[in-house]
């Protein structure tokens, strides 16, 4: 069981947060996590590189010498690959680095980063976090309130805040997302997970609704 201290908007102590991280995965699977992780990353590649083939380059087809007695080593077209200006000998193409693991798997793997974040102490937590307007010196406040202002931090919310986003978006290594967002990477990647108190019942709510279904399939 964790206790996880609760603030609020201004960074003062107001309770607690008792969870046990085993709602979440009953055990953390390291290799699940990085197969995750480097999919998202994957994912997140343009694939828009590309070079030329000796085919493509510019320059004549002709042998540049007569193959015996230059003294020079043989040497065929210009545009071959040991030359400056040359082709590449292994053409680059544009390609789609994407693809996907299993729904469940995903979703298996973002409850277990979260249950790895509390285990080791990385997760705060707020009561309530709402801004009638955009408002960054307060959301910068709070960060050095809570003493994570010099790391990165994902501020996590039950629900898309536009103006908290607003807020958070000109304060570097900062991010705003709603659970529902949330995978792997993006929880495992800041150095801190400031999440609202709104937000971690969500989430324990949809771990506890899994395990149920997860009880009554193994019944029938």
Do not use: C, W
């Not at 545009?79 to 590449?88: A, K």
């Not at 807020?167 to 792997?184: G, H, K």
């Amino acid at each position: 069981m964790a206790s996880l201290t609760v603030f609020n908007s201004t960074g003062a102590e107001v309770g607690k947060y008792d969870i046990d991280p085993g709602v979440f995965a009953a055990n953390i699977n390291r290799q699940l996590l990085h197969d995750a992780v480097v999919m998202y990353q994957a994912n997140l590649r343009q694939g828009t590189m590309g070079t030329k083939s000796r085919g493509m380059v510019a320059g004549s087809t002709k042998k540049m010498y007569r193959q015996k007695g230059t003294g020079n080593a043989r040497a065929g077209s210009r545009r071959s690959g040991i030359r400056r200006g040359g082709g590449h000998i292994f053409r680059k193409d544009p390609r789609d680095f994407g693809y996907r693991l299993p729904r469940k798997a995903l979703q298996l793997a973002t409850r277990m980063a979260l249950a790895a974040r509390i285990q080791d102490n990385e997760v705060l937590v707020i009561d309530e976090l709402t801004l009638s307007a955009p408002k960054t010196s307060q959301i910068a406040g709070l960060m050095n309130a809570l003493k994570i202002g010099d790391r990165s931090v994902l501020v996590a919310t039950s629900e898309r805040d536009n103006n908290l986003y607003l807020s958070a978006r000109n304060i570097q290594n900062v991010t705003v997302s709603p659970v529902a967002e949330l995978n792997a990477l993006t929880i495992l990647k800041p150095r801190r997970l400031l999440m609202t108190r709104a937000a971690l019942d969500s989430m324990k709510a949809a771990a506890e609704q899994v395990q149920a279904e997860k009880a009554e399939a193994t019944k029938a």
